[in-house]
């Protein structure tokens, strides 16, 4: 699986968007870029995920360069309740185990402070 | 998406002493997985388990130190064997399920996971 660029952290005013991005250079053709994010003291959630085409869902959207080499998050209007670790991580549709995801590979993500 | 409970949410344990998680899910799945999350990393997929057959661990992760049960469809075990403060971590259980996406894409459930502190 292809490996993933984040930054360590950032800010964001609450109210405004957050735009977080994502490297992932190596990307092949079938591997799709997903999005989790983990809020203190709880398991991932998943966000979104997409190929090649911009997705939005309630939320939040996803942009994809041309290239497919880097993505952004975007959420809209951060609330407090956005304050969370954000993990890009780039797959195939159908995963090692017989069309499992279990082998998510996570890396450090992106701490998501957001303050008012 | 599937609802997942952990039990217990939290534990303080005892050097050489061994805790067994439980994860329930409130419907069928065929593959549960189990992760770890020490303190400030990210996580880390211990092994897999499914229905009727021994789990498949990952690199690094052996069944004697994490001995897993899978007795039905909604339920799992996690056991952390002879407790070192190595294994202080949050270990959680997640499953697999389809999100209503255009590509049907198969996503991970998380639940809230574990936190073990080992004394």
């Known amino acids: 699986d292809a490996k993933t660029t984040q930054p360590p952290s950032m800010d964001c005013a609450e109210g405004r968007a957050a735009n977080l991005p994502c490297n992932h250079s190596t990307i092949s053709g079938n591997e799709y870029v997903y999005w989790y994010r983990q809020i203190h003291s709880q398991g991932p959630q998943y966000i979104i995920h997409?190929?090649?085409n911009n997705e939005t869902n309630e939320m939040a959207s996803l942009i994809i360069t041309e290239d497919r080499k880097s993505s952004t998050l975007i959420l809209p209007h951060a609330t407090l309740r956005d304050t969370a670790v954000y993990y890009c991580?780039?797959?195939?549709?159908?995963?090692?185990?017989?069309?499992?995801?279990?082998?998510?590979?996570f890396g450090k993500g992106t701490k998501l402070s957001v303050k008012p | 998406s599937a609802v997942i409970s952990q039990k217990p949410s939290r534990d303080i344990c005892q050097r050489g002493t061994s805790l067994t998680i439980q994860c329930q899910v409130d419907s069928q799945v065929t593959m549960m997985f189990w992760y770890r999350q020490q303190p400030g990393q990210s996580l880390t997929l211990i092994a897999t388990a499914n229905q009727g057959s021994e789990a498949t661990y990952e690199s690094g992760f052996v069944i004697d130190k994490f001995p897993i049960s899978r007795p039905n469809l909604t339920f799992s075990t996690l056991t952390v064997s002879n407790m070192s403060p190595e294994d202080s971590s949050i270990y959680l259980c997640?499953?697999?399920?389809?999100?209503?996406?255009?590509?049907?894409?198969?996503?991970?459930?998380f639940g809230a996971g574990s936190r073990l502190t080992v004394l």
């Open positions: 997409g190929l090649k």
């Open positions: 997640s499953v697999e399920s389809v999100e209503n996406t255009r590509s049907g894409a198969n996503v991970l459930t």
């Open positions: 991580i780039v797959r195939g549709l159908r995963g090692y185990y017989g069309g499992s995801q279990g082998n998510l590979i």
